[in-house]
């Protein structure tokens, strides 16, 4: 069953941000939050819209020093909308009338968002408004505002206000507010013929043009054009026009405001005002563009939707997925786009990029594999900036940052402001190095999916040896050990930095680091293989690759250091890193009762005058990161290689130890949880999966998702319904399923894409069944458990499942 609606009833303007998020319209080119378009930004609205890889640099001096930041800008507020009646105050929803009923609706099959509402002047005039609003995902420059408005009680004038604002600033999250918001350079307003107003606006620093048009029209039911007189107000960053005209009681009018947005970076225009202009005056009425735009989105449904026989879990996925296509559609293959962590609808983590590709990829490779194949282009163009950072650290290969932003340097901040003391604290979260062993990893997992050896041998390679050359290069040996280690970086939990009282950065022999460097050294190999014989040879002269260095790698797959530790009962667990089991237990209980919500306790010890550093605590899963990438098959023969022994309940007793000791200040964290319990502990995963659904839809962290969604957790919930229960595991021709809590699957199916085939997947009580309905000559085997089936064209196969 489809659960499409979102629906919100009262109005209630503490949670206003949250809902503005979470009811974002966007393509993958460009994302609009929620706002009601008649509200101005202020403490309760934030009407921001973002585009992919719209970045600027601003500097502000924070004590004394100047610190440079990128921020992916706010862009004219193209919704404004306002409502006057008579000669009152423009509506709003607090303050110039009494609303007598509100709703707010958000139909996720079309990303679109809806507003009802009817008020009481204060001159007891009741007029209603219906409002509806979309960004085409089917014409990615189209957006479309329409209003219906019915004066219930009265006859009289109406005026609407329609408006382009460009004196937007960021300022969406009130940590970085100190620092400086003001991204934009005025350029021009004009107009194009009697109802087209336009804007143009330019970033201050990466010199971005936007251009917007709007097109307004008041059009009576039937469709034909109402008598309005038009009055213009113009500024350098504004512009409206303000249309008045008469209204009759009880007779609906209609207003359409279609919306033109282009910017300098896009293909097939001229300059993006002109451009905004020329398409603006040219666009189909609304409901002509709205179905196209319905078209689109009812296909991309038909290849992303994945349906499970739980209505409260299909809402929640469904609003997952709605959001991972606003941000990565077919329109950001065609961008230079690389996934930002906290989607296009806000400006935590200021649109950067993270590892957090590691979540998402998985969803797109087996739907959308063209889009992940676009936003895996985001890292090769920027090889040569992270060859560069390499080398600028001393190192070969290359290094690319924990957070990027528009040409792939360093973007992590360098101090952070902790809201519990007001402190302004260093952030040395650069030194997760681990993002490059990420990269590589959805290189690899891309190309077993798709079997795509065109980006591979092209584009893929080139980066995936790159990098393995930066680690070789990173990793030292101890002679005393006889093992290769890699020392000075950080592991997922952003919580420890360093050690305790120590000037070093970072930690010496991150187990996940390590193991991720030991399976990439290995896979490099097997990467150099699947080339054409050419093309590796091309890539070998051009990068200079020696046989000494594969002689390096193949020894660093057998000889890289992992540390372990004994837990409470004496038998051993991966030490998170080298030194883990000196730090001191924390008295949980002790900061539960003071504090409460303790995810945040880096926040809460450093305000103390304490350092996380200190504890045997994670603010996220870090060793049990190994579990979630790969499955105990591959753990087994990754440490068989390294001469460590891997025993069948590593991940149970790997789990035990490290559930107590985290704090899951990332969400990302309940979605890796969520996957390792899933092999042994199906309810228990089951509740962190719930936990994790729920994260955006009920802001688990309290005002997180205001300032943006997780994008790496919404898509993270859908991978565990495919690699976390359903086992999904694509290696060459083969894909192998393996089920675990199958009676929580059940109800299931899917559309996946594999190596060009297209498989629905269904799976019951008792049985898997996957048809396949391309007609490629690509050959498939699928697995489950012991039994393998050749999947032929327009064919099914099916598995009885053991319960
Ligand atoms: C997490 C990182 C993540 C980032 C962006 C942080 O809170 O610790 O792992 O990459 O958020 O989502």
Known sequence: MFTTTLTYDSYEPATEGLREALTSTGNGYICTRGAAEWEDPGASHYPGTYTHSGFNRETTIVAGRAVLNEDLVNLPNWLVLKLRVEDGEPFRLAGTADVLEYRHEYDLATATVSRFVRFRDPAGRETSLTSRRFVSMSDRHWAGIEWTITPENWSGRLEVITALDGRVTNWGVARYQEL????????????FGPEVIGLKVRTRQSQIHVGQAARTRVLDLDGQPV???????????????????????????????????????????????????????????????????????????ERCGVEVGDDEVQLRLNLHIAHILQVCSRHTAELDAGAPARGLNGEAYRGHIFWDELFIYPFLNYRLPEVTRSLLMYRCRRLDEARAAAADAGYRGAMYPWQSGSDGTEETQVVHLNPRNGQWEPDLSHNQRHVNAAICYNIWQYYQATGDIDFLSRFGAEVLLEITRFWASLAT??????????????????????????????????????????????TAGQVLAALPVRRRRRLWDSIGLTEGELEHWAELARLMYIPFHEDENGDAVISQFEGYEDLEELDWAAYRSKYGNIQRLDRILRAEGDTPDRYKLAKQADTLMLFYVFSDTQLAEILGRLGYGYEPDAARRNIGYYESRTTHGSTLSYIVHAHVLARFDPDRSWEMFRTALDSD????QGGTTAEGIHLGVMAGTLDLIQRGYLGTEGNGELLRFTPRGVQKLAGQSMTMRFRETVLKIAIDHERLSVSRVDDSPTLIWIAVEDSIQEARPAQAVEFTLQS
Do not use: C
């Open 477 to 522: 040996f101890n002679a005393d050990r006889g093992r290769w280690e890699i020392n000075g970086v950080m592991g997922p939990d952003e919580f420890h930095e360093k050690y305790p009282g120590s000037d070093e950065e970072g930690l010496r022999n991150n187990a996940y680091t390590n193991v991720m460097v030991a399976w990439l050294a290995h």
């Open 227 to 301: 008598n309005v007189a038009r009055e213009l107000y113009q500024m350098e960053d504004y512009i409206h026009q303000t249309i008045s005209f008469s209204a009759t009681e009880g007779e609906p009018i209609r207003v359409e405001k279609m919306v033109a947005l282009y910017n300098s970076r896009d293909h097939a225009m001229s300059e993006p005002l002109t451009t905004a202009g020329t398409v603006a005056s040219r666009l189909p009425t609304f409901a002509e563009a709205f179905t196209r735009h319905q078209r689109a989105w009812s296909e991309l449904w």
């Open 697 to 700: 839809l009920n802001d688990v």
């Open 180 to 191: 400086e918001g003001r991204h934009l350079d005025p350029v021009v307003p004009r107009t």
